[in-house]
């Protein structure tokens, strides 16, 4: 199993841009499909972003879609979430997680589709 760092987390007015990275170590990380998700306070975690092994599929949830960016460097072991237009709402641990080989047809991804994660990095959007 691969493992997982986050890093880049901060605190950001509203409108403002962050970038999050997740540097992966332990396997071959082109075996892996990456996604983002995001756990506000109060609320379940929350799919964001998904990347395929490949790189060439990305998916959004529809609420970041024109937002949030997810791309990944091979040859960096890393994926990174871009945040542009930031809002107070996106406030929250955000955490990346990873499963070999996984997509899904309906590109409805759950926590339980990828079995390795990050610790999590907190963002903090002001108003």
């Known amino acids: 199993q691969v493992q997982l760092v986050e890093s880049g987390g901060g605190l950001v007015q509203a409108g403002g841009s962050l970038r999050l990275s997740c540097l992966a170590s332990g396997d071959t990380f082109t075996n892996y499909a990456l996604g983002w998700f995001r756990q506000a306070p109060g609320k379940e975690r929350e799919f964001l972003a998904y990347?395929?092994?490949?790189?060439?599929?990305?998916y959004y949830r529809n609420s970041v879609k024109g937002r949030f960016t997810i791309f990944r460097d091979d040859a960096k072991n890393s994926v990174y979430l871009q945040m542009n237009s930031l809002k107070p709402e996106d406030t929250g641990v955000y955490y990346c997680?990873?499963?070999?080989?996984?997509?899904?047809?309906?590109?409805?991804?759950?926590?339980?589709?990828?079995?390795?994660w990050g610790q999590g990095t907190q963002v903090t959007v002001s108003s």
């Open positions: 997680a990873a499963a070999r080989f996984q997509y899904r047809v309906d590109n409805n991804y759950r926590e339980s589709d990828f079995h390795s």
């Open positions: 990347i395929s092994w490949t790189g060439t599929q990305e």
